[in-house]
């Protein structure tokens, strides 16, 4: 996991990088907002950011303000750091778009259990982003088969999008997961497959 740590105090970013970077996360530290908002706005931007409230350039609430405006093509777990420890302050920090807060000076084990929650957090989006994607792919599929079917009268096969007759299992097999076993209604078996065998075993009678 790849973690941005945008804090303007230098030895507290060190004290922050050094925490993550032995918990095993990937650490990318700046020291002003302006530089995180480039890189949030990247093509590999980390997916969990630790922000300062106060910063030079963008502090950290105008990040995440302009974070949670644009569109959500991948989710961001902010986690605002601020100094500031009045109720109003998180209230004011959470309601810009930031997920967690956290106060300074920070605790280690508080601030390693609030990262891990990040994480469980943007696992749970990113599986429900899959999910999500799976049912419109099947939805996709679904609405292919719905509308008016041009189907013989005769020999019952379907025009299809290119104007082609194709057997109804073709047509149905290119659009959907749907597989196909063959078998004889008992209705089909009356009228063709029975009198079949009735010729044959006259036929055979006849012989012997």
């Given at each position: ?102 106060t ?15 994480i ?71 009228q063709?497959?029975?009198p ?13």
């Amino acid at each position: 996991m790849k973690i941005l740590v945008a804090e303007d105090q230098s030895i507290s970013r060190h004290i922050l990088e050094a925490n993550l970077r032995k918990w095993g996360y990937e650490v990318k530290g700046v020291e002003n907002g302006t530089r995180a908002w480039e890189i949030l706005q990247g093509g590999e931007a980390p997916q969990l950011a630790i922000l300062d409230w106060l910063m030079p350039g963008m502090d950290g609430i105008e990040i995440c303000r302009q974070i949670r405006l644009r569109p959500q093509t991948q989710p961001v777990y902010i986690i605002l750091l601020s100094a500031r420890s009045g109720q109003e302050d998180k209230i004011h920090g959470l309601e810009a778009g930031a997920d967690d807060y956290i106060t300074k000076p920070f605790d280690r084990d508080e601030l390693r259990a609030r990262v891990q929650v990040g994480i469980r957090v943007l696992e749970l989006q990113s599986a429900l982003a899959h999910r999500v994607r799976q049912l419109e792919e099947a939805l996709s599929r679904v609405k292919q088969l719905q509308g008016l079917l041009p189907i013989c009268s005769y020999c019952k096969k379907i025009r299809n999008d290119r104007n082609y007759w194709q057997q109804v299992e073709g047509y149905i097999s290119e659009r959907s997961e749907a597989q196909f076993s063959h078998g004889i209604c008992p209705e089909c078996y009356a009228q063709y497959v029975q009198p079949e065998l009735d010729r044959l075993q006259s036929i055979t009678e006849k012989v012997l």
